[in-house]
């Protein structure tokens, strides 16, 4: 298990970099290097993840999608909208607890690449009168905005998930969709119960500013519902869908009196820093692949002496900690779910339970860079509350998983 050594040594230097404030996509580019140092040190392997990383349309799918999704905030607040739509979810719920959750859950059910960053601002404006940290803020967005990643039955990882398990979709939703209850149930405990705010009163208003504000909620929602039908019905990916969805809101915005500058929303989108901190996590992912470190794990753990559950646990969690990403995982842990119990429900749960945890604590996962990002929080502050609710969460799924297979 050599490859165990250089993996801490670029964690910790991640660790290390991260707390000396060095940009995320610096410390993940260091930790590469320092493994194709380590495990490969030749000049051609660099290129060779660079072209890769290049030549790849989901490089661009996440930049663009990325991009639309900061072109559709922009329009939202400059136009109002956004405003509107929380003095709207206002008259709806009286206490502002229940809406910090429930937003970025709802938004969450959409697998938008980086959407972490159209709900952050929903967030800030939510909390806006309620005394808390910046990476407090933070933590409740990332969150909340993934507890449906065991039950969403459109997000990628899931339908790979259960094709190559080979596993039944619905008896699978099934199998893991009490662990969305328990996500949502952890995150209200650890990061909504303890804010200190009196339930608001619904705020009052006449008949017109109501129905404005109501066509504000319409509105606001529309993106995500759009996004959501020209994904799953007509098969789009997430920069096309969401680039249609950006191009059409303009237009709907105009017609209903909410104009919005082209420009502003245009160039207040190019956020250079961000864009080139994706860049550089996946290349990032793409040198660990070419320099053969996410196959060598596997063999690693396949070769050894641990029971099985114990084998998929480890390698899912590692995986999903080096590439961020559902898809990532579950292409390269599920095949040996599907050698070792092909249609094992308890075997693929295990998979998909650690895996999404090794995805939530990791600065290769995008939605907590877009969203560290829109906070200027601290990186490490913010996983901590994360880490605490996924220590929870997986030693409750590890205790009844023991009692159900044993």
């Not at 909340?144 to 459109?154: G, Q």
């Not at 405990?189 to 109501?214: F, M, S, Y």
């Not at 869908?241 to 915005?253: E, P, W, Y």
Request: include cysteine; aromatic fraction near 10%; hydrophobic fraction near 55%.
């Amino acid at each position: 298990m050599n490859v165990f050594l250089p993996l801490s040594a670029a964690f910790l230097l991640i660790v290390v970099l991260l707390r000396k404030h060095v940009p995320i996509g610096a410390c993940m580019l260091a930790a590469g290097l320092l493994l194709w140092i380590t495990q490969s040190g030749e000049p051609a392997a660099l290129f060779v993840a660079a072209k890769q990383t290049l030549s790849l349309s989901r490089t661009y799918d996440i930049m663009l999608a990325l991009y639309f999704v900061m072109c559709l905030e922009i329009e939202l607040r400059l136009s109002g909208t956004l405003s509107g739509m929380v003095n709207a979810l206002r008259r709806v719920f009286s206490s502002a607890k229940a809406l910090l959750a429930l937003m970025p859950a709802f938004l969450g059910l959409l697998p938008s690449l980086g959407g972490a960053r159209f709900s952050a601002p929903i967030v800030d404006e939510l909390s806006a009168d309620i005394s808390m940290s910046q990476e407090h803020k933070a933590a409740i967005n990332f969150w909340f905005r993934h507890i449906f990643e065991f039950s969403n039955p459109i997000i990628p990882g899931m339908i790979m998930a259960c094709n190559i398990a080979n596993v039944p979709f619905s008896e699978f939703l099934k199998h893991l969709s009490w662990l969305t209850i328990l996500a949502f149930s952890i995150g209200w405990v650890i990061l909504i119960r303890p804010l200190r705010l009196p339930n608001e009163l619904k705020p009052k208003a006449d008949g017109a500013q109501k129905k404005h504000e109501a066509a504000d909620l319409v509105l606001a929602l529309s993106p995500v519902v759009t996004t959501f039908l020209l994904a799953v019905f007509l098969d789009m990916n997430a920069s096309l869908a969401m680039g249609i969805v950006t191009f059409l809101l303009f237009f709907v915005l105009r017609a209903t009196n909410r104009f919005v500058s082209v420009r502003d929303t245009v160039v207040g989108a190019l956020d250079k820093k961000m864009q080139l901190n994706v860049l550089c996590i996946l290349y990032f992912i793409q040198i660990l692949t070419v320099i053969g470190v996410l196959p060598e794990i596997v063999e690693a753990f396949r070769t050894s002496p641990l029971p099985v559950p114990v084998i998929i646990a480890c390698v899912s969690f590692i995986i999903g900690v080096l590439t961020g990403m559902s898809q990532g995982h579950v292409a390269i842990v599920m095949p040996i779910v599907a050698a070792m119990g092909t249609g094992n429900l308890d075997l693929a749960g295990i998979a998909m339970a650690f895996g999404v945890a090794g995805q939530m604590l990791t600065p290769t996962h995008m939605c907590l860079v877009v969203t560290v990002d829109y906070f200027r929080s601290n990186f490490l502050s913010t996983l901590r509350p994360v880490l605490l609710g996924e220590i929870v969460l997986l030693t409750i799924f590890s205790v009844y998983t023991w009692f159900t297979m044993a």
